[in-house]
């Protein structure tokens, strides 16, 4: 069954033995003295020495490493049934390996427990202060715009699809196709980036901020494309947020989407977000599940193969503040998902539905008030 797997990936990473040289994973691994796990459903190896644990994905130029993500020019690829690195990686792997662990003195770990312990204090019994620049009314405001967030960019690939087809690129034509199609119903739409350019997950967050300073009461939602181990596996799927995720199908795509967004990353938007989400987290949910449903609704009646709402912990949903969901607009892995995503009118068709579920969504926000009469 592995095996069947790994020949799947053939067809999903071009291979170009001219430009790059490859080595073994397994002869690499034995001369560094490697352990190799590997998880081909969720599509990554573990390569691991003591404390170290690298992680490199199958179809995206990833290597991960204590929440640290560097983004590779090349992909793994797989020859006669073996896995082989680019000479990228074994150089980026080697310099891990020789990384000597950092000796902390106890004195500097008890001063940072307390300035830890002193900050945490400080956000607990001054919320007001946190809470000042955010603007929370009790009157009701109608939503005026949509922001679309084409995923990955730049540095950050995303996955690899059949044909040697790029998430990034994906995404970012089918979400000015999408503009579009929202534009004509007379709904106001900014775009995260229109162009090939990588976005941290701050900037993504900032971006959304700087919109609804400017007045706008937005939806935001994040356009992917998906991959499975499965070359079957078809169909579009949308997800909201939730500490959980739905089934184990929704945890691999949550890990592929929330990979290229690194640690620190993350907690530069952590404190807002935990003085916040519990005045405006349940509500938000509730509009983000009503967003989803009405997508779906429109995409059936438009005989589009549309999965079930499912749900997963997404950064790029989490820290924002508005109704949102991610889009996965179909299966980069499928080869009759890839042919349809090269016919401008089933992008057309596609983007026409979604966006007549997001005008479904904002009528009926609009005309009951935020659902609340």
Known sequence: MERKKLIFFLCLILFSSQSTNYQSLFEFSKK???????????????LILKEKNIRIFLTMPYILYKDKIKFMNENIIFKNGEIFIPLSYKIEIEQILNEKPQIVSTNIISSN?????????????KPATNMANVKIKNTFKPMNCIIIDPGHGGKDPGGLGVGGLEEKKLVLEFSKILARNLEKQGIKVFLTRNADKYMSLKERIDFVKKIVDRGYNPVFISIHGNISLNPKVEGFEIYTLSDKASDEEAIAVEMKENINFDKED?????????????????????????????????LSQNLITAKSHKKANFYVLK?????????????????KEVKKFSDKNYLEKLASSIADGMKDF????????????
């Open 32 to 46: 560094n003295s490697l352990i190799i796990k590997s998880n081909f459903d969720f599509g990554y190896i573990d």
């Open 113 to 125: 427990v307390v300035s830890s312990q002193t900050k945490s204090s400080n956000v607990v019994s």
């Open 266 to 298: 993350i907690q530069n938007t952590e404190e807002l977000y935990e003085i916040l989400k519990d005045l405006i987290s349940d509500g938000l949910k509730m509009q983000s599940d009503k967003l989803a449903e009405s997508v779906i609704k429109n």
């Open 319 to 335: 820290y924002n503040f508005v109704p949102s969901a991610l889009l996965e607009i179909g299966y980069m892995s499928n080869i």
């Open 362 to 373: 904002v009528y009926y926000y609009n005309k009951t008030g935020g659902f609340s009469r």
